[in-house]
């Protein structure tokens, strides 16, 4: 069993920045591939960013340049330095650890945390 929990969100004007951290209790952290997700009001939720156990990260289109994921291995943390935010950024924020498949093991979610942009 994993518990994460997201801590970060909040509210912020055009431009500015946040950052997002997620705890992950139990043993999993070390050898799962961690993301952070977003879902608006109205639509899917979507990868915004992931990092491999082994560092390696991954964006999507509309957050490359401004985002940052990054995980602390010693405090079992993922992070995410959201930069130069846009209303568009706006929705809930959700943290995703990923075992991997070969273990059997299910993925986990943390509970989310709002992350609201205005104009």
């Known amino acids: 069993q994993a518990q994460l929990v997201e801590s970060g969100g909040g509210l912020v004007q055009a431009g500015g920045s946040l950052r997002l951290s997620c705890s992950v209790s139990?043993?999993?952290?070390?050898?799962?591939?961690m993301g952070w997700y977003r879902q608006a009001p109205g639509k899917q939720r979507e990868l915004v960013a992931g990092?491999?156990?082994?560092?390696?990260?991954n964006y999507a289109d509309s957050v490359k340049g401004r985002f940052t994921i990054s995980r602390d291995s010693a405090r079992n943390t993922v992070y995410l330095q959201m930069n130069s935010l846009k209303p568009e950024d706006t929705g809930v924020y959700y943290c995703?650890?990923?075992?991997?498949?070969?273990?059997?093991?299910?993925?986990?979610w943390g509970q989310g945390t709002q992350v609201t942009v205005s104009s």
């Open positions: 995703n650890a990923k075992p991997p498949s070969l273990l059997g093991l299910a993925e986990y």
């Open positions: 139990g043993t999993i952290f070390k050898i799962s591939a």
């Open positions: 990092v491999a156990s082994d560092g390696s990260t």
